[in-house]
């Protein structure tokens, strides 16, 4: 099973709201990570958690705050978004050591009005 | 600085040709390893393979198959017979090496978008 979940698929917020996206992987993946996607673009790497510890934050603004509650478990809470932030966000997971692979969710298509 | 070239930006081409999307790489690391990503329309990316810079063995997978030139720094994407089912984004990436252990960061092309014509 390469499975990775994430909700809501779709979420549209105001500028003042918050939210939070999750996403659940049951593979025994000791790493996990959260992507940026713009329209006609790469993924953009923002966080990635090691062994539920936050190892890289490709400095992301401080509105957009990850969590790692667990191993399996990975939430990116969202606060006084920007329009610009609009995007689909991508969470993905690995073995987590030697280049493994990463397996991607779905994604939630994020749009701030 | 790693880099991932992925010149070809769109291609078309007729169900049941063949088709070859290219990848070229820049790196410094000798140890490091290179993949493909499919992303159809639905969004999700689906991982197709992954190569170390130490097997410079071909690849064949059913329909697909991979070339890996290290003299070139390529790592090119062949579909054979191609079906509309494989109309997708495709992305080449580069992974680069971390000393600390379990952080791995993916360097992505800008992607190639496949459209197979019925």
């Known amino acids: 099973d390469t499975e990775v979940t994430q909700t809501p698929k779709h979420l549209v917020m105001g500028m003042t709201n918050k939210k939070s996206l999750k996403c659940e992987q049951h593979?025994?993946?000791?790493?996990m990570y959260w992507y940026k996607q713009k329209a006609k673009k790469p993924p953009e790497l923002m966080f990635v958690?090691?062994?539920?510890?936050?190892?890289i934050n490709e400095s992301v603004p401080s509105r957009f705050s990850p969590e790692c509650p667990n191993s399996s478990l990975l939430n990116l809470h969202l606060h006084a978004l920007q329009p610009e932030d609009s995007a689909l966000y991508l969470c993905?997971?690995?073995?987590?050591?030697?280049?493994?692979?990463?397996?991607f969710g779905p994604g939630t298509r994020l749009t701030v009005t | 600085a790693q880099k991932v070239t992925q010149a070809q930006t769109e291609i078309s081409v007729v169900e049941k040709e063949d088709v070859t999307l290219d990848c070229v790489y820049e790196?410094?690391?000798?140890?490091?390893?290179l993949f493909w990503y499919k992303q159809p329309p639905s969004g999700e990316l689906v991982f197709l393979i992954r190569?170390?810079?130490?097997?410079?063995q071909n690849e064949i997978s059913g329909r697909y198959s991979w070339n890996f030139q290290k003299s070139t720094s390529s790592f090119n994407f062949t579909i054979t017979a191609s079906q509309v089912v494989d109309s997708a984004v495709y992305f080449c990436?580069?992974?680069?090496?971390?000393?600390?252990?379990?952080?791995?960061?993916?360097?992505f092309g800008t992607g190639t978008r496949l459209t197979i014509i019925p």
């Open positions: 993905a997971s690995s073995q987590g050591f030697d280049s493994y692979e990463q397996y």
């Open positions: 593979m025994g993946h000791r790493a």
């Open positions: 958690y090691s062994y539920e510890k936050l190892s």
């Open positions: 790196t410094r690391d000798t140890t490091y390893y």
């Open positions: 190569r170390n810079s130490f097997d410079e």
């Open positions: 990436a580069l992974s680069e090496f971390r000393v600390d252990f379990g952080n791995e960061k993916l360097t």
